[in-house]
């Protein structure tokens, strides 16, 4: 499987940004996904995550209530709308893939397959 992220780019504190990422190959709608994010000298940290169905759904404390993850299985594509956002989003941020089939994961070991990143950078 390949997954394109995109949609990054540079935006001013408290405007918005959509991140895509597409994906290919068969089973798309099969695998929960995650969006995840990594600053300049920090680990990567969970973002966000969506479940093979997009039933349920889950957010790190930073960023509830101000971004949104969806997905369009027909289209094999995941979205994450992103508002308010601030200096300390600033990241790259990566999709990901579950390894297994139907199991809502949202650890980064429970991930398997990875986008290559899109830059967000917010300025204050």
């Known amino acids: 499987v390949q997954l394109q992220a995109s949609g990054g780019g540079l935006v001013q504190a408290g405007g918005s940004l959509r991140l895509s990422c597409a994906g290919s190959?068969?089973?798309?709608?099969?695998?929960?996904m995650g969006w995840f994010r990594q600053a300049p000298g920090k680990e990567r940290e969970f973002v966000s995550g969506i479940s093979w169905a997009g039933r349920t759904t889950r957010y790190a404390d930073s960023v509830r209530g101000r971004f949104t993850v969806s997905r369009d299985n027909g289209a094999k594509t995941m979205f994450l709308q992103m508002g308010s956002l601030k200096p300390e989003d600033t990241a790259v941020y990566y999709c990901?893939?579950?390894?297994?089939?139907?199991?809502?994961?949202?650890?980064?070991?429970?991930?398997?397959?990875w986008g290559q990143g899109t830059q967000v950078t917010v300025s204050s």
């Open positions: 190959g068969e089973h798309f709608g099969d695998y929960s």
């Open positions: 990901a893939r579950s390894k297994d089939k139907m199991k809502y994961v949202y650890t980064e070991d429970g991930f398997g397959s």
